[in-house]
């Protein structure tokens, strides 16, 4: 069972370097359990980097990210993260079940909750007229919908999710946080990158990132008052200058 006393990840000075570029600078952040944590910062400041170390698909170039007190990138824990990519990587050829089937059966879940699980996502991305429909004839934002419900098809306890509602619209993503904030309430904890400003508003905690360092992490509220600010915009403003 999960306890927000011992963070869930722990990011201890991560820095990445891509050939000659560096792009994230010493990066320590400990992420608590059952919340949810937003990532904001300007396009190319880090975020993808970071949510892909975090998920082990990406290693830092030196600090250490550990999940669930595992050193990453380490396969049984990977399995426990639902990662939702910003490009969308799904089988153009199969239809939107075939594709949750697919990516379901990697978790090895018995066939009745699968079935039910895929139903359940299904549903809650608004797809399930579109269940049998090839998803090279999907929309862009069918697409997105359609990646969202891959990564939370296992019910993972941890779901990293960089900008899932990219393309979707305003009532079905106000559906989609509602069913994230249920998840998290559940019990698991999710990352999400985002540049929407109310999505922003309704995260348990924020880190904000700068051309690769992080520049202040809190609660929405508490960034807010600590910058004698009314918007997270104004906020991030506020302390990317003051972090120079
Ligand atoms: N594999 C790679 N090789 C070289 N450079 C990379 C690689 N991946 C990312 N970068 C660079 O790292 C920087 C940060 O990219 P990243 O995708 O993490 O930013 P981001 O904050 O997620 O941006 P966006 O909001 O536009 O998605 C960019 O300058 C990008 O060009």
Redesign the pocket.
């Known amino acids: 069972m999960p306890t927000n006393t011992s963070p869930c990840i722990r990011i201890e000075h991560v820095n990445k370097i891509?050939?000659k570029?560096q792009?994230l600078y010493d990066i320590t952040l400990d992420i608590p359990s059952s919340k949810i944590i937003g990532i904001l910062?300007p396009?190319?400041?880090?975020?993808?980097?970071l949510v892909k170390i975090i998920a082990g698909i990406d290693e830092p170039t030196d600090g250490d990210v550990y999940v669930l007190d595992e050193k990453m990138p380490k396969l049984s824990i990977m399995n426990k993260i639902g990662y939702m990519a910003?490009a969308d990587a799904l089988y153009g050829e199969l239809t939107a079940i075939e594709n949750l089937n697919f990516f379901a059966s990697m978790y090895n879940l018995p066939r009745e909750k699968k079935k039910q699980r895929i139903n359940n996502v299904l549903g809650l991305v608004n797809l399930t007229d579109f269940s049998k429909t090839q998803v090279k004839h999907f929309s862009g934002g069918m697409k997105r919908r359609l990646s969202l419900a891959i990564a939370l098809v296992h019910e993972p306890p941890i779901l990293i999710l960089d900008e899932p509602t990219v393309g979707i619209d305003p009532i079905l993503r106000k559906s989609i946080w509602e069913e994230l904030r249920r998840i998290c309430e559940s019990g698991t904890t999710i990352i999400v990158?985002t540049h929407v400003m109310d999505e922003l508003e309704k995260c348990d905690m924020l880190g904000m990132i700068r051309e690769g360092k992080l520049i202040a992490v809190g609660s929405p509220e508490d960034l807010k008052v600590r910058s004698s600010t009314s918007s997270i915009e104004e906020a991030f403003l506020y302390y990317g200058g003051a972090s120079q």
């Open positions: 891509f050939g570029k792009v910062g396009s190319g400041s880090g975020k993808t980097t910003q990158t």
